[in-house]
């Protein structure tokens, strides 16, 4: 059997007992404010992502209006080659007509056909220059807007009217 203790060593047991669940109690206090810590710590990292991403997104419409600005480019230096080098053509169809050097020989048919050739590219290259704006102006408006369809209907349209013509013009060209 236990021999029975005092009651100066129960209350001693009492109140080391005490002191260790109070010093318990103090550690879990310590550990909430370290999780609280822990916590804002976290939230403040979640707002310096979110920040990030909104960066990116910035950026990301940034290279998309860019990459826009490039197709537009790209397509007009095609429409100015196009009228320029059919502004040359008709031109020098008239130039060569009006001397009547080859006139003599039998190529007048011939001039009036780059004559026609070199206009009918001049309208085609002011195609594509007016397209190419209305293509660069509603795609810019659908960048803004986050919601960009691309023109599937267009391109082909565009892609089969240029593949007719350049039928057209083979067989004219081995026919003529």
Known sequence: MEPERSSNEMSQERTNLSEHRTDLSEHRTGLSEHRTELSEHRTDLSEHRTELSEGRSDLSAVRSHLANERTHLAYMRTGISLVSLGITMNRFSWFLMENKAISRHGGRPFLDDAKNTGLGMVILGSAMLIWSLYRYSHTAK???AHHYLPA?????AF???????????VLWMIVG
Not at 159 to 169: E, F, N, P
């Open 159 to 169: 892609t089969l009217a240029l593949i007719l013509i350049g039928i057209v013009s």
């Open 142 to 144: 659908q960048i803004d």
């Open 152 to 156: 599937h209907r267009s391109v082909r």
